[in-house]
């Protein structure tokens, strides 16, 4: 091999030991990232896990298999490892794959969370169902502006982004006057939510994703604006809407996390700039309309 040869595979072996170092960095890093989860959430992976330990040792004694990758599948997930992140506490369960994970696994939503199944208004409240079953599902009542609210129903005021007259490009977050959004009594005593602290709004972009989708629907407690570390609240940032893991930090700083870290970093809230940040809200309810997919 002569000198010019020598040269060009030392440098290809130190390219690929460079690239290999920047992997595992990025890798590191996205772990490091990574929002720890709540003592509730991480109850719900334990139990998820348990469930999941169950059902396996129950279909090899009847001489079947049943691993991560065959629940991933049937969830509709690519991969095993899906799966594995929400029964390993890696990452927190989410409403939508409770209740994948429920129907695949055949086990009641409720087994694993309470906490998830109160952000949605079913046809009776915990203490009337029976243990261990599934509460039944009920017919979509539909309702316009029109419809006399039921006993158990309030509307609560919606929020929007506003942009301002003159055609400065400059958006307000305001109540949008005539537009509400219909709750049901127990939905909200269930989250802790007086009647008079309850508004919607409607959430735009990618940063939360995996949790709260674009375009979804949310709830927000404007009685809890004090922050209490993991918890998700809305906040008026110079005229923007915007959704965010909350953290308080030493020196007055906050600490901003997206749901969606991979393309979202953090972002750090001095003191000077909180002072100009209106929190809304805690968070405590979301909701999303999948769009149809499109066919051939």
């Given amino acids: 091999m002569d000198s010019s040869s020598a040269a060009f595979y030392e440098q290809q072996n130190t390219s690929t030991a460079i690239c290999d170092l920047n992997s595992a960095a990025n890798t590191l890093m996205r772990m490091k990232n990574r929002r720890p989860l ?79 199944l109160s952000m949605v208004s079913l046809n009776s409240t915990p203490s009337d169902a029976e243990p261990g079953r599934s509460a039944d599902l009920v017919p979509m009542s539909i309702w316009d502006e029109d419809t006399p609210l039921d ?84 906040f008026d940032h110079e005229g923007m809407l915007r959704t965010k893991y909350l953290y308080k930090m030493p020196g007055g700083n906050v600490r901003a996390r997206s749901e969606n870290y991979e393309e979202y970093p953090d972002e750090i809230f001095t003191p000077e700039l909180m002072a100009e940040i209106r929190i809304l809200g805690r968070v405590f309810w979301w909701s999303t309309v999948r769009r149809a997919p499109r066919r051939g």
């Avoid at 990758?69 to 690519?78: L, N, T």
């Avoid at 799966?83 to 990452?91: C, E, L, N, W």
């Avoid at 949790?211 to 629907?217: K, P, R, Y």
Wanted: with cysteine; aromatic share 6%.
């Fill in 38 to 116: 709540t003592p509730e959430e991480f109850a719900e992976s334990v139990r998820l896990k348990a469930i999941y330990e169950e059902k396996k040792a129950a279909s090899k004694a009847s001489g079947k298999s049943l691993t991560q990758a065959d629940v991933a599948e049937a969830c509709g997930w690519s991969g095993q490892s899906a799966f594995s992140q929400f029964a390993t506490g890696k990452v927190p369960l989410n409403l939508e794959a409770l209740l994948r994970l429920a129907k695949v696994l055949d086990f009641s939503p409720e087994q694993v969370s309470t906490r998830l």
């Fill in 151 to 234: 006993d158990d129903e309030v509307e609560v005021p919606y929020f929007a982004e506003v942009q301002l007259s003159a055609g400065s490009g400059m958006t307000h977050v305001v109540e949008v006057p005539g537009r509400k959004l219909r709750f049901s009594k127990a939905t909200l005593r269930e989250a802790g939510v007086s009647i008079n602290d309850a508004m919607c709004a409607r959430v735009h972009g990618r940063s939360m994703e995996r949790m709260i989708l674009d375009g979804a629907a949310v709830g927000v407690d404007r009685g809890q604006t004090d922050i209490i570390d993991g918890e998700i609240y809305a």
